[in-house]
């Protein structure tokens, strides 16, 4: 996809944001797929998020079905009188795994696992491509919240740069990135990983 920004570009695009769940908890050791909702820091950033986004003008909000995502993005709906509608193809590669351990924390425990990404990672990219634009496509000219995981995020944007799927940076929890997307289909990317919402709230980004 060809990257190009313009004044007048952004006047007729459409823009998706696109935002990474909040804090989920740690689960294992379960019967069936690990689906965490969100810790007591999760809903402190849920709700910095939601805040922030009221004064922009967002025409609907869709969300991963995995509870982290769910719980993250309903305070958004709320707060923007908005109903949250899920969409399989905003699942995260892992939706299925039998435990979930933060990535950050793995990070932090030199636990290789971090760098995991999903095993056929070009048909990973293509269903959450072929979603983003079936959403993109329901909503031109307009403005619109896709609330999913890391590894979503990554591959859209490495879609967008044009240098095939891959996982290219860690978007921090409740991070905003913003993709234009052209009425002649050319997406272009307009900010990667914002954070301003938690400072201006002094809600940190892991636990302290």
């Known amino acids: ?10 006047a007729t695009a459409m823009e998706l944001l696109l935002i990474r769940h909040a804090r989920p908890l740690r689960v294992e050791s ?15 950033q ?9 004064p922009e003008r967002i025409e609907a909000v869709y969300t991963s079905p995995l509870r982290r995502s769910v719980e993250t993005a309903e305070p ?19 939706a299925d795994a039998m435990a979930y351990i933060p ?17 056929d990672i070009a048909g990973f990219q293509a269903r959450v491509v072929e979603g983003v634009d079936r959403l993109a496509a329901a909503h031109p000219s307009q403005r619109i919240a896709l609330v999913c995981h890391g590894g979503v995020i990554n591959v859209v944007v490495s879609a967008v740069l044009g240098i095939g799927p891959r996982m290219i940076f860690l978007p921090a929890y409740t991070s905003i990135s913003r993709v234009l997307v052209a009425s002649t289909g050319e997406r272009s990317l307009a900010s990667l990983n914002e954070t301003g919402h938690l400072r201006m709230e002094d809600v940190p980004l892991i636990e302290l």
């Open 103 to 119: 990535i950050e924390e793995l990070r932090a425990a030199g636990d290789p696992r971090w760098m995991e990404g999903p095993h």
């Open 46 to 54: 849920a709700e910095a998020l939601a805040a922030w986004l009221v």
């Open 30 to 44: 379960v019967d069936g797929p690990a689906d965490p909702g969100l810790s007591d820091l999760g809903r402190r």
């Open 76 to 94: 958004v709906g709320e707060a923007l009188g908005l109903a949250v509608t899920p969409d399989e193809a905003l699942a995260e590669y892992d």
């Open 1 to 10: 996809m060809r990257l190009r920004l313009s004044c007048s570009y952004c």
